[in-house]
């Protein structure tokens, strides 16, 4: 069993920059692949960004703005997310799960989630 708490959310405006975190508890934790996803009001939830063995994985529009990290030691996935928009203005999530390369960036490839955290981007 994993357990996932998000913290680092909030209100800042057009350019800033947030650092979301991610903690883990659970002893296999380490052996999953990670996510950050966010959901908008109104708007299904989507994928943000991924690390899968070496790799990261990022949805389009955040590529070159945000970027996924983790720390095996202490078991944290953060989201540097630097430039933000108005439409990054959303609840993010962590998850851990076990996807295939092609399934990165799917929702039910994840088992465990955290209750999320709410940013939001406006002047």
């Known amino acids: 069993q994993v357990q996932l708490v998000e913290s680092g959310g909030g209100l800042v405006q057009p350019g800033d920059s947030l650092r979301l975190s991610c903690a883990a508890s659970?002893?296999?934790?380490?052996?999953?692949?990670v996510a950050w996803f966010r959901q908008s009001p109104g708007k299904e939830r989507e994928f943000v960004a991924g690390?899968?063995?070496?790799?990261?994985y990022y949805t389009d529009s955040v590529k070159g703005r945000f970027s996924i990290s983790r720390d095996r030691t202490i078991s944290a996935i953060y989201l540097q997310m630097n430039n933000l928009r108005p439409e990054d203005t959303a609840v993010y999530y962590c998850?851990?799960?076990?996807?295939?390369?092609?399934?990165?960036?799917?929702?039910?490839?994840?088992?465990?989630w955290g209750q999320g955290t709410q940013v939001t981007v406006s002047s």
């Open positions: 998850a851990a799960g076990r996807p295939i390369t092609s399934t990165i960036r799917t929702e039910g490839a994840y088992y465990y």
């Open positions: 659970g002893n296999t934790f380490g052996s999953y692949s």
């Open positions: 690390i899968k063995g070496g790799s990261t």
